[in-house]
């Protein structure tokens, strides 16, 4: 931290810390008697659980099974997908799925099965019900995949939700990833994880659980087949996970179980079968394609909270310039803000934002604002003014307008479950868009109010209008930030028709990636912020929201040079690269840390500029087939188990693997390879896969291996698009795919293939049309010929 931090920090914190905290004590003193008065004590409950087979009804897809306490509805979907919901309950209303739920597969048949059970057999998966309501989910060769035992439920006689409980098994070799952004994955191990969006208050670390999205998505990797498995519910709940071991004992496997608890809502869920790629490529359309960003959103950001005016923000601009370092964004975080109000300026300290915003555009920077949910209650303002106008904001069970704690202080929350409280909000990005704000961080959305004591949200017993169904922020909490992500995207739509929105946020929950991404939130600067800055974007990925990435930095204290670097190196290879940090943070501009730090540096980020086509294709498939752009190694090979446990390399599409540097000190480290031949990008080096290598990693760079006969499409000196091909095998063919982009706009670009092969004594590129093989119209560079 410099002068110019400490002052503003103190500026800003320390008169205030004496009010601030009195507001929260009263904050978390109504939270409580909210619930008091709104949340009945459960009292008696009754269990419950299925009872043996009464009548089944067949229908399209599959049908309905009754129980003596419950029926089953079981669809296979036509896209592969399988649902099944208890107690009647269908796949909508579902704030998850993205448009009509796909229609019943015809050639799906409820049949009946041996021992009294019924079962479903589709193309790819076969389900079994047993006569007392245990589902097993089976590969068409009948190997088990999944096994859910009869499922509990705990009913308050008095009335109320009712708790339930599912246990299930899966094969002995089966990993489990997924459950939305942990800090400790990408593999979860042995544990318990909680499904509640939470702020945790402090810069967090591996180990911190839950954090800012989670989700009821588990994604299994196993010899026979990887399946995805989404329970629909958005109730607080535990997921408890115990891997299996082969072998185990007395020489039987042991198979993994997983123990789902939730508060309520319906048990329901979906199951799909195959290849991780065809798993999310059926969940992206169940959920939604991915949003596509703005070529310039695939650059690189640098943000902080305290740039502190238009002086500050030039200086920074001036700093990138000066050092010949490429900068796409810049983001500013609260302080420029009027008071911390969302939707308004400080013209003290910003007074021509608009022109600031139109200097920094015509630079090639784009502005990004932060928008955090809470509202200021004070008669006058814009914002709260119009959202009284049209009761926006979430109310008590006794009728009262909740009161919480943020940055402005007292803060009332407007209700993102109704249409009309979206569309509202949506509008208020007029306002942004007018000071030439070109994109939008959603911050604070858990949603979180920072109570002196108890959870740091809303009441439980807030009322919600949950799009006219009516309910509590039990229920509500979870969706709150993926309706408000819905309310932004579908106003900058309306508002600026011609450009894709930028938008990402904080928190979110299934389906999240149809309106953007989100970010690590509060890494802890230190080694292990950085590792878990790469977990968080495995797991999201394989979640199916790809476009993800941490504080680079981490943010809070002052990285080591050596830290700060190696994380910068890593954040170069993620969809969003992003310097940011607390205002009492240190510095992270790299010219901040030396001129050896600035030198490697400046290499890391013109390589992502030189990779900016590669990114934009990586997006466009994103959209096309909900592959995320970071990839575990085992993506392609999910039977190598080898790759399964291996969590500190990644790959970048089909055809690039990165190997970051995630310990101090190291300039080598041993590399899981795929199989396959690699190129080493800076030497050229070949290896042999599958293997575990020895890469060197100084300084300079972490190691970047490209896959043989990969096609990147690259930026070449000239500005132009080129094709960049990594020899393929003598005897093979290699490939790659391609998506010309304009940088915005809504046309669909044609995906152009190209593949290689050995000629003779040289290797030929051809791009695959239509009309079939032919000459590419792009320059194409050869590697790694040796």
């Not at 904001?393 to 109704?418: I, Q």
């Amino acid at each position: 931290m410099d002068g110019r931090d400490l002052v503003r920090s103190m500026r800003v914190i320390g008169p205030a810390r004496a009010a601030q905290a009195l507001r929260s004590v009263r904050a978390a003193w109504r939270r409580k008697r909210a619930d008091a008065a709104g949340l009945p004590p459960r009292g008696v409950e009754r269990a419950r659980v299925p009872g043996p087979v009464q009548s089944v009804e067949p229908g399209p897809g599959g049908g309905v099974i009754r129980f003596a306490r419950s029926e089953l509805r079981i669809t296979v979907a036509v896209n592969g997908a399988v649902f099944w919901g208890w107690d009647g309950a269908r796949p909508e209303p579902s704030y998850a799925l993205a448009g009509r739920c796909p229609e019943p597969d015809p050639r799906a048949v409820l049949e009946p099965d041996t021992d009294g059970g019924w079962r479903v057999v589709a193309e790819r998966v076969t389900v079994s019900v047993s006569r007392h309501g245990a589902i097993e989910v089976c590969t068409p060769g009948g190997v088990m995949l999944r096994r859910d035992l009869p499922p509990r439920w705990w009913e308050p006689v008095g009335g109320g939700p009712a708790r339930w409980m599912q246990r299930s098994e899966v094969a002995a070799d089966a990993r489990f990833f997924g459950l939305g952004g942990r800090a400790s994955g990408p593999r979860l191990r042995d544990g318990t994880y909680r499904l509640w969006n939470t702020d945790p208050g402090r810069a967090f670390a591996p180990g911190d659980d839950p954090l800012y999205v989670t989700m009821p998505v588990q994604l299994v990797i196993a010899d026979a087949a990887a399946h995805l498995m989404f329970h629909d519910s958005s109730w607080d709940g535990t997921v408890l996970l115990r891997e299996g071991e082969e072998g185990a004992g007395s020489g039987h496997d042991r198979n993994g179980r997983c123990e789902l608890r939730m508060d309520g809502g319906p048990l329901r869920c979906w199951v799909m079968v195959g290849t991780p790629a065809r798993v999310l490529r059926v969940w992206a359309s169940l959920t939604g394609a991915p949003a596509l960003p703005p070529a310039w959103a695939l650059g690189h950001h640098h943000a902080r909270w305290g740039f502190g005016n238009e002086q500050e923000v030039r200086r920074i601009v001036g700093g990138y310039r000066e050092h010949g370092l490429p900068l796409d964004a810049l983001h500013l975080d609260i302080d420029h803000y009027d008071e911390h109000q969302v939707f308004t300026v400080d013209q003290e300290r910003f007074p021509k934002l608009q022109g600031l915003a139109e200097e920094l555009r015509h630079a090639g920077i784009r502005l990004v604002s932060v928008v955090d949910p809470g509202v200021k209650p004070a008669a006058g303002s814009a914002v709260y003014d119009s959202g009284a106008a049209v009761d926006a904001f979430v109310r008590t069970s006794s009728g009262e307008v909740v009161r919480g704690m943020s940055w402005p202080g007292e803060s009332v929350y407007p209700d993102f479950t109704h249409a009309r409280v979206r569309k509202w909000w949506g509008a208020l990005y007029e306002e942004r868009l007018a000071q030439g704000f070109a994109g939008f961080w959603h911050d604070m959305n858990e949603p979180t109010s920072f109570n002196a004591f108890g959870e740091t949200t809303l009441p439980r017993s807030a009322r919600h209008c949950l799009d006219g169904r009516g309910g509590d922020h039990r229920e509500a909490h979870n969706v709150y930030a993926l309706c408000m992500a819905d309310a932004a995207y579908a106003g900058l739509r309306e508002l600026s028709p011609p450009e894709r929105p930028f938008l990402f946020s904080r928190s979110g929950w299934a389906g999240m990636q149809r309106y953007g991404g989100t970010w690590s939130g509060d890494v802890a600067t230190g080694w292990p912020g950085l590792r878990a800055s790469l977990s968080l974007v495995l797991g999201l990925g394989l979640c199916g929201v790809p476009y993800s990435g941490p504080d680079v930095g981490g943010f809070d204290g002052s990285p080591s040079p050596e830290l700060f670097l190696r994380w910068f190196q890593l954040g170069a290879y993620l969809p969003l690269f992003r310097t940011h940090a607390s205002l009492r943070a240190g510095r992270r501009e790299p010219w901040e840390f030396g001129d050896e730090v600035l030198e490697h540096a400046r290499v890391a980020l013109l390589e992502r500029r030189r990779l900016l086509p590669y990114f934009v294709t990586l997006a466009h498939l994103a959209r096309r087939t909900g592959a995320p752009y970071v990839r575990p190694l085992w993506w392609s090979t999910p039977e190598d188990r080898a790759l399964r446990d291996c969590e500190d390399a990644f790959l970048l599409g089909d055809c690039l693997l990165v190997a970051p540097v995630l310990d101090p000190g190291a300039d080598r480290r041993a590399v899981q390879l795929p199989r396959g031949r690699w190129y080493d990008t800076v030497t050229e080096r070949v290896y042999e896969g599958p293997a575990q290598v020895l890469v060197d990693a100084p300084l300079s760079r972490i190691p970047v291996l490209a896959r043989a006969g990969g096609v990147v499409p690259v930026r070449g000196a000239d500005g132009e698009l080129e094709l960049e091909v990594w020899a393929p095998v003598r005897g093979r063919t290699g490939g790659g795919l391609v998506v010309p982009d304009a940088g915005d706009g809504w046309d669909e670009p044609e995906v152009e293939r190209y593949v290689a092969r050995w000629e003779g004594r040289g290797v030929v590129v051809r791009r695959d049309g239509e009309a079939g093989l032919g000459v590419p119209s792009r320059p194409v560079r050869i590697r790694g010929l040796g």
